[in-house]
């Protein structure tokens, strides 16, 4: 379904610890997405997902679309009241955090009757396969949901937004076309990347393309600088 699943380009992703090709990004999202299976997950089933802007939760989103499953993405700024609500309207079956929040959520998943798997840095997985050959995966119909998205909760409580697959192609197919985006196109993710906006016009148009996504802190002046000025120039304005 998605581009960079089938793409052999040399840089995908730059993230706070390093920078991974769309080889190592695809097998990544595999290795994760059997992972989730592995805890019992089926396609269909939702999944939270609490982490602060990071090469996990980008793999986090991909692997779960990857399972057939529905990602569940929650800001982890929200107070605990804010997230338990959330927790109870899209009912997830596991909630992937850090494990410093573990802990934290403990109470809330057995209420909630929801696993939790803490996440470490995933880029150190690849050491255990040199090889890095991403597994065959279904193709989910189009209509397949894929991911609940809440909105801020300016007019009410907050509201969730179901996107299928065929909502995020369309997205990408929009974006890519309407800005033109290249291999050659960089997007640096410095908002919070819970949010829609982010994921779904930010970053599938950009991989679905073959471009470069950078992941810094969500709110990071320093990072975000840093990440703009590593952009090669391509293009001089007179």
């Not at 403990?106 to 690849?126: F, H, P």
């Not at 991911?147 to 937004?161: E, L, Q, R």
């Not at 410095?190 to 073959?210: E, I, K, W, Y």
Request: with cysteine; aromatic share 8%; proline share 7%.
């Amino acid at each position: 379904m998605f581009g960079f699943l089938n793409l052999d380009r040399p840089l995908a992703v730059r993230h706070q610890n390093g920078a991974l090709s769309y080889r190592e990004f695809a097998w990544l999202v595999g290795s994760l997405a059997e992972r989730l299976e592995r805890a019992g997950l089926d396609p269909g089933d939702r999944v939270g997902v609490i982490l602060p802007n990071s090469l996990e939760l980008l793999c986090s989103y991909y692997a779960g679309l990857l399972a057939g499953l529905v990602v569940v993405p929650i800001n982890e700024r929200l107070t605990p009241p804010e997230v338990a609500r959330i927790i109870d309207h899209s009912e997830p079956r596991c909630l992937l955090t850090t494990p410093e929040c573990a802990d934290g959520y403990q109470e809330l998943a057995e209420s909630a009757k929801m696993s939790i798997l803490a996440l470490e840095r995933i880029d150190t997985w690849l050491a255990s396969d040199p090889d890095l050959v991403a597994p065959a995966r279904p193709d989910w119909p189009s209509d397949h949901p894929a991911v609940i998205f809440y909105t801020s909760g300016s007019t009410g409580a907050p509201k969730g937004a179901l996107y299928s697959h065929r909502t995020l192609i369309d997205n990408a197919r929009v974006f890519g076309n309407g800005f033109g985006i290249t291999g050659d196109d960089h997007s640096v993710l410095c908002h919070c990347m819970a949010n829609h906006f982010v994921f779904a016009q930010m970053t599938v148009p950009m991989l679905d393309r073959g471009a470069i996504v950078e992941i810094v802190d969500f709110g990071s002046v320093e990072q975000t600088l840093s990440a703009i000025e590593s952009i090669p120039k391509l293009v001089e304005v007179e």
